[in-house]
């Protein structure tokens, strides 16, 4: 593919990446299973952009390949454990679709809010979701006990979710 096809690519890819991510996760219960799915997801969607239909939405589109993707992922593992239906994904997916646009409005104000929040919470935050610490090792890395960490990431989530719920009754004007 040409370098502006490549730019329309990650552009429609990262505007539905927080879409996907929910819908992978919801589908396989696992955080660590959905980013890798995630990432597989990604190179299929990038091998068929090719075959995309621009007049269609992307994230239409890019659900429908995740959801074929996870029902192969789920045949390989079905003697392993239990598995949603396809009518259960078939739903989760449709949910996501539709969910979406204030998936993408939470999302704008969670980077907002997360301006607000201390440097020192903030650090935290990056170790346990975006590096994915375990609490031990985040409280060793910033020198603080186990129960000091936990405490300031339940005050820190806490003052995110207030901050994200705040800005989400404000710009829909206090409807729910």
Request: glycine share 6%.
């Amino acid at each position: 593919m040409s370098q502006p096809d490549h730019r329309t690519f990650m552009k429609q890819f990262l505007a539905a990446e927080a879409v996907l991510k929910a819908y992978l996760l919801s589908a396989v219960g696992d955080m660590n299973e959905a980013d890798e799915l995630l990432g597989e997801i990604s190179s299929v969607l990038w091998e068929k952009f090719d075959k995309y239909d621009p007049a269609r939405p992307f994230r239409h589109w890019a659900l429908g390949v995740a959801r074929l993707e996870v029902l192969k992922q789920r045949q390989s593992i079905a003697r392993r454990r239990e598995v949603l239906s396809p009518e259960a994904m078939d739903a989760l997916a449709e949910t996501a679709e539709q969910c979406a646009g204030e998936l993408d409005e939470r999302l704008t104000h969670l980077r907002s809010c997360l301006q607000a929040v201390s440097a020192p919470a903030r650090h935290v935050l990056q170790l346990r979701y975006w590096r994915r610490m375990r609490i031990r090792q985040i409280a060793k890395q910033v020198g603080k006990s186990t129960a000091a960490v936990e405490m300031l990431l339940v005050r820190a989530r806490r003052g995110l979710r207030d901050c994200v719920e705040g800005k989400t009754a404000a710009s829909s004007g206090g409807r729910s």
